[in-house]
């Protein structure tokens, strides 16, 4: 049985046993004897043991609580001996990693904080492929106008953890997690600080010498403190104002998405007050294969549901000011998202096919001699039930379905008509029937069948409100065109309900 001790690294408290205390506490105390002459010392300190307890907490598992010296000496081997420090250097930041303490290991990617214009992605990635973030930043304004920059970069920047240790700094630049790596970091992070100051000195002296030093600097630094303050309390609240929006929008989306996809027809508005649209639906028509059809649905989810729930997230930091770490989910998340961007394209290509080739078939329809000088054209109420609302599941479309999602019924669809004089004394009736196929073959059988009927009674003729098709055919744009030709000596008289219906 060994005795366990409780200590307090970096702010966690491990277990760990009273062996593994021993050697860990000589370790730390050969390192503070080895730096305890240099500048930064505490925050060299704080950067080593900072990186021990995550260690740590890598090795700590459900069914083992307690830190051992076999742990210890492994950390220890990992970060070396304050001894393996060889000699003086020169901390510059105009080479950083060049030197020979800057040691290789694995790379991981985070955002970096100290490269950033707006979220750090840019520095990030470009030290993770090891290029100028400035050329990662140029193909991101190219992506903006190619219309998925925006979208990508938001996506990165909630999945992708902002460095904040600099452990996770050197992991990001693919330097090995020492001793020597990470004193020189922090070296190079207060020379930065040193020289900042510097400059700002400088131009304050610039600014401010010919001002006596006492009243009008103590004036200045009070009205910069108000204007900040001031500026920090507005930047919160426009934060906020956007953040609701963001999450109002965010939320309006999803929600007719996840509508759109599994409970039912959208209602967009039409002039019968009921323009819905369903993907499933939809989907049905447009692809004949089952299994495409799932496919789109997968797609559509994962492509359209993921930047949505991203665009709430965002909502809720800028609301909260709260710091989220996703890590492996978040990579996840996006690769999942690639994943739907890749199903997406490949459902694309696989339906753009089916609308290549173009077929369309003429017949000219001439009626016996009309005496009367006015021909009465009305709709035939008789040929179909006008739309319910049951019966609109794409009728954005100008589309319904009859079989209600049923593998056998048709599809309907309204015809256009289009009246103009002719020189003849005959009444002509030309029907242009139209459809696409992904071979001329196939956009021939579309366009043979489809369906529409007319009628003649004397002077009245009587239009069928709707053509038709097979379900079986899949929607491939089809279209009916009705042209009346009408001699110069007659009139047509149009019933309101034709009228709204096909003109």
């Known amino acids: 049985m060994k005795k366990t001790l409780s200590a307090n690294i970096s702010g966690i408290v491990f ?49 083992r609580q307690v830190i051992s010296i076999d742990d210890v000496k492994e950390v220890i081997g990992q970060l070396g001996e304050p001894e ?21 290991g694995p790379k991981r990617l985070y955002r970096d904080p100290d490269d950033k214009y ?14 100028d973030p400035t050329w990662m930043r140029i193909l991101f304004l190219v992506g903006i106008f190619a219309g998925f920059g925006i979208v990508l970069y938001l996506i990165l920047w909630i999945v992708i953890p902002k460095a904040r240790t600099t452990a996770e700094k050197l992991e990001m630049r693919g330097e090995k997690v020492n001793l020597s790596n990470i004193e020189r970091s922090i070296k190079e992070d207060i020379q930065d600080i040193k020289r900042n100051l510097k400059d700002l000195s400088e131009e304050t002296k610039d600014a401010f ?21 001031v500026i920090g309390v507005i930047f919160r609240i426009v934060g906020a104002i956007v953040g609701v929006v963001v999450i109002l929008l965010g939320v309006l989306l999803l929600t007719t998405l996840v509508t759109a996809l599994f409970f039912g027809p959208v209602s967009i508005g039409s002039p019968f007050n009921a323009w819905l649209f369903s993907c499933p639906h939809f989907f049905s028509v447009l692809f004949t294969a089952h299994w495409m059809t799932s496919l789109a649905t997968i797609a559509l989810v994962l492509t359209a549901g993921i930047p949505l729930v991203v665009l709430i997230y965002i909502g809720l930091k800028l609301i909260f000011s709260f710091e989220g770490r996703f890590r492996g989910f978040g990579i996840f998340l996006f690769f999942l998202w690639m994943v739907g ?26 009626f016996e001699a009309i005496p009367s000088s006015t021909i009465y054209l009305d709709l035939d109420q008789q040929a179909g039930q006008m739309i319910s609302v049951n019966d609109y599941p794409f009728g954005m479309l100008g589309l319904w379905d009859t079989s209600q999602l049923e593998s056998t019924g048709d599809i309907r669809g309204i015809p256009r008509l289009r009246i103009r004089e002719h020189a003849g004394d005959e009444v002509k009736l030309i029907l242009t029937k139209e459809s696409r196929g992904g071979s001329y073959f196939r956009a021939t059988q579309k366009t043979e069948n489809i369906r529409y009927m007319f009628s003649q009674q004397d002077s009245l003729l009587r239009l069928d409100p709707f053509f038709s098709f097979n379900r079986s055919d899949g929607w491939r744009v089809q279209k009916v065109l009705i042209e009346l030709l009408v001699p110069e000596d007659k009139s047509v008289e149009i019933s309101p309900e034709l009228r709204r219906w096909m003109l």
Not at 215 to 221: F, K, M, Q, S, V
Not at 341 to 366: D, K, Q
């Open 341 to 366: 961007l890749a199903l997406s394209i490949f459902v694309s290509i696989n339906a753009a096919r089916e609308f290549t080739a173009h077929r369309s078939i003429r017949t000219e329809n001439v």
């Open 84 to 104: 393996q420090i060889s000699g003086e250097e020169t901390y510059t930041k105009e080479s950083p990693g060049t030197g020979p303490a800057a040691e290789k």
């Open 15 to 63: 277990h760990i046993d009273e062996d593994a205390y021993d050697k860990l506490n000589h370790y730390l105390g050969s390192i503070r004897r080895h730096f305890s002459a240099d500048e930064g010392c505490e925050e060299i300190i704080s950067g080593i043991e900072g990186r021990i307890a995550e260690m740590f907490q890598e090795r700590i598992k459900d069914n």
């Open 118 to 131: 707006i979220g750090g992605v840019c520095g990030g990635l470009g030290a993770f492929f090891q290029i």
């Open 209 to 229: 010498k010919k001002k006596s030093p006492d009243t009008n600097d103590n004036a200045l630094r009070s009205v910069l403190q108000a204007i900040i303050a």
